[in-house]
Structures are given as C-alpha cells and as structure tokens.
Antibody, heavy 125, light 106 residues
Framework: EVQLVQSGAEVKKPGESLKISCKGS????????????IGWVRQMPGKGLEWMGI????????RYSPSFQGQVTISADKSISTAYLQWSSLEASDTGIYYC??????????????WGQGTLVTVSS | DIQMTQSPSTLSASVGDRVTITCRAS??????LAWYQQKPGKAPKLLIY???SLESGVPSRFSGSGSGTEFTLTISSLQPDDFATYYC????????FGGGTKVEIK
C-alpha cells in the first residue's frame, strides 16, 4: 500500500518563506517513488479542492496549474523519496490545507489515487 | 479552464436510499472524470476514475456513468459510512474539481 506522509502544520507570517514535504513509502515490489507523478492539491478553509501541479521524481519534470504558476515551486529528491512544495513569500490567502497526492498523468490532466494526510498552513500577522 | 458544476450542493437522504449526484463539464471531457469522497478532517479518497472504473477496495454500491459533458455518481443503497462530501474532477485539461455535494442525514 502506498503511503504519503506529510510534514506537520505550520504557522507563518506574511512575507515569510516555507517549504513543506511529502515522503512516499510502501510502493509494491517493482515500483518506486521515481516511477509515479506526485502532485499537490490545495483546500482553502471550508472550500473545495484545487490542483496546483505535479512532478515526476525520476527526472524532475514539473507541470503547474496556470493558477499557481509562479506562485509556488514544486521539487523532489528521489534519493529520499520526498517531494516538496515551497513559497518564497507567503500571503494570508495561502492559508489552507495542502495535500500531496500520487497522480496518474494523462497530459495535461491527472487523477489522484493516494493522498497524504494534509499539511495545514496558516499565514497570519 | 474547464469548469465543473455539481448538483445538488447538499442532499439529505436516509440509510438505504438510492442517491445520485450529477456533474456537468463546461466542454466535452470524454470519460476523463474521477469521483472522490471526503469526510470531515480527512483527505479525499478516490472512488471512481475514467468515469466508470471502480477503484480497488471501493464498495460496489458506488458506480459512475456518463461521458462528454454529463456524469453521475450513484450510491445504490446509502450506508452510514457514506455521509460525506463528494467531488467530481476532470482530467481532460488541467485538472479541475467540482464544488462538492454534501450528503447529509435526513
């Protein structure tokens, strides 16, 4: 069974930087973290779901939603089976829960069969 | 962006009821549609992909149908564990989600 374990909740001030992580494990024999796309999905407080982007850890090929292009950076370190989502300058509107997901990519879209537990990011002065 | 519209936004039902949720796309997405279930405080869970394929481990009372612009998720006999919010998602273009349908106890 695939497990995606995310880093813990964060409380930040506007203008601060942040990097959250997602570690994959439990992949069945013959498959590995590098063989699947990993994505990020945002859920703002009391709201619906928004796809942010995906990365292929094998070669770091990255695709962004137009809504999030330039706002965040997605990266991965395949040597430790970990993907990252980072901001250089947070805004209050970045407050929300961020889920990492395993993605099946059908260019340009993808669907998500495994989800991390979510990381709550709170940005407040 | 392809817009996804779910209806109803809230649905009141009883255990044992047959429940149908509708999702409409702003343009044709063929069968590139998934359905998810989310319970309060939990991550979403994949139920259906490619419009009608049941994800492994998901009870057979869940089914999906449709193609093009109109899709449905049906729960044949609602169980206590099924009270949750359901989202459709298209992956024909950049992935977008519907606004959700909350299934609550009548």
């Amino acid at each position: 069974e695939v497990q995606l374990v995310q880093s813990g909740a964060e409380v930040k001030k506007p203008g601060e930087s942040l990097k959250i992580s997602c570690k994959g494990s439990g992949y069945s024999s013959g498959y590995s973290f590098t063989n699947y796309w990993i994505g990020w999905v945002r859920q703002m407080p009391g709201k619906g779901l928004e796809w942010m982007g995906i990365i292929y850890p094998g070669d770091s090929d990255t695709r962004y939603s137009p809504s999030f292009q330039g706002q965040v950076t997605i990266s991965a370190d395949k040597s430790i089976s970990t993907a990252y989502l980072q901001w250089s300058s947070l805004e209050a509107s970045d407050t929300g829960i961020y889920y990492c997901v395993r993605a099946f990519y059908y260019a340009p879209g993808s669907y998500f069969d495994s989800w991390g537990q979510g990381t709550l990011v709170t940005v407040s002065s | 962006d392809i817009q996804m519209t779910q209806s109803p936004s809230t649905l009141s039902a009883s255990v044992g009821d047959r429940v149908t949720i509708t999702c409409r796309a702003s343009q044709s997405i063929s069968s590139w549609l998934a359905w998810y279930q989310q319970k309060p405080g939990k991550a979403p869970k994949l139920l259906i992909y490619k419009a009608s394929s049941l994800e492994s481990g998901v009870p057979s009372r869940f089914s999906g149908s449709g193609s093009g612009t109109e899709f449905t998720l049906t729960i044949s006999s609602l169980q206590p564990d099924d009270f949750a919010t359901y989202y459709c998602q298209q992956f024909s273009g950049y992935s977008t989600f519907g606004g959700g349908t909350k299934v609550e106890i009548k």
